[in-house]
C-alpha cells in the first residue's frame, strides 16, 4: 500500500514567506546543456507530415492537429530561406515520406513530397507550445549534422551540433535546462526536409544524479495527467525505495543554484557521511510520506487562479535509509516542472 500525502499549492507559493511570483535565475550554458539520447524519456507526442495535409502550403494549426498522443502543440513556426544556397529537391533519404520545406513563392511552410518536391534550403525555428525538455527530430534530403540553440523566453539555456543524421531515423536530444524555443541549422551547402517531429508532452523533467540505496537510485515521476496545471491536483511518485518499507521526504523549492540563505547548490552531502549523495534544490517545503512497498506518492493541488502559471519549481526525493550510509539517506535526481494551463 502507498501512503498519498497531501499538500496545497497555495501553502506551497505563501505558506513560508515566499513571494507570489518567484524568479530563478536564468542558467549560463555549458557545454554538456543538451545531449543526444537513445529515447526521449518523457511522453511525447509526434507531428508526422505524412498525415499533416497534402502538398502546398502548410499551417502550425494544421500541423498541431496532425499531432499523436494530444501532446504538446507547436506555438509558432519560422522558415528562413538561406540566402545565396541555390534551391533544391527532395530526392535523397526519402524514407520519411511527405516532409515540411520552405517555398518562399507559397508564403513560407510547404509539405513537399519525397522524389520530386523542390524547395529553398531553409533555417527553421520551433515555438512550442510548453516548456520542453526533450525533442525529436527527424530529417529527410540531409545526412550532415545540423546545429541546434535552445532558448526559454529568449534566453539561450544551450546548444548542440548533432551527429549526423540518417534516412528516417529519428534523433532525441535532451537539455539540462526548460526550452520554449529551438533554432535548426547547418552551415554546409545541402539543405534539409523535416518529416517528422516529436514534442515533449509533459512539462516536468529531470536533471542531476542521485545515489544509491536499498532500493537503488531513487528517481521522482510524473503521474497521473504528468504535468503541472492550474486548477489540478500534480501528483509524483518517488521510487526505487526500501523495498520494506521506510520514510520518504519530498523537497520543493524555487531555486537549484542556492540553498538559503546563502550556501550553493549542489550541496554535496559526502562531508556529512553520505558520498555521491546531493541537495540538488533549495528546501522551501518538505512533505513527509511512509511506504510499506518501494514507492511513495505525493499530491500537490495547484490553484485555480493564474498567480502561479509559469512559475517553474523542483522536487527531489530523500529517501531515508540506514543502509545507504553513515548519514542514512539516499537521494534522487531532481525534477524540474513549469505551471501551465
Known sequence: MRHLAAATFTSFLFGVGLPAQVSVASPTPSGDDVVEVPAPGVDVAAIDMDLAGPPGPITV???NAAATNLGSTLRGLVV???????????DSHVAGGRALACDSGLGGPVLIDAGKGTYEPFDLVLELGGPSMALGLELGDYAGSVDLVFRRAGVEVGRHASSPFAAATVKWFHAAELFDTVEITNAGPEGFV?????????????????CSGAGGVPRVTAIGEGRPRIGRPF?????????????????????????HPSTPLPF?????????????????????ATHTGDSARFSVDLPPGGDCLGETFYVQALSLDPSANALGIATSPGGIGVVGR
Open 80 to 90: 528562413q530561406p538561406r540566402s545565396g544556397v541555390p534551391r533544391d529537391t527532395y
Open 235 to 259: 501528483e509524483v511518485e518517488a521510487q526505487h525505495l526500501p523495498p520494506n518499507g521506510g520514510v520518504c521526504l519530498l523537497a520543493f523549492g524555487f531555486s537549484k543554484t542556492l540553498l
Open 61 to 63: 494549426a494544421a500541423m
Open 194 to 210: 523535416v518529416t517528422a517531429l516529436h514534442l515533449e508532452k509533459s512539462g516536468f523533467g529531470s536533471f542531476g544524479s542521485g
Open 268 to 288: 554535496d552531502l559526502g562531508v556529512l557521511g553520505a558520498p555521491g549523495c546531493r541537495i540538488l534544490i533549495d528546501l522551501a517545503v518538505v512533505l513527509r
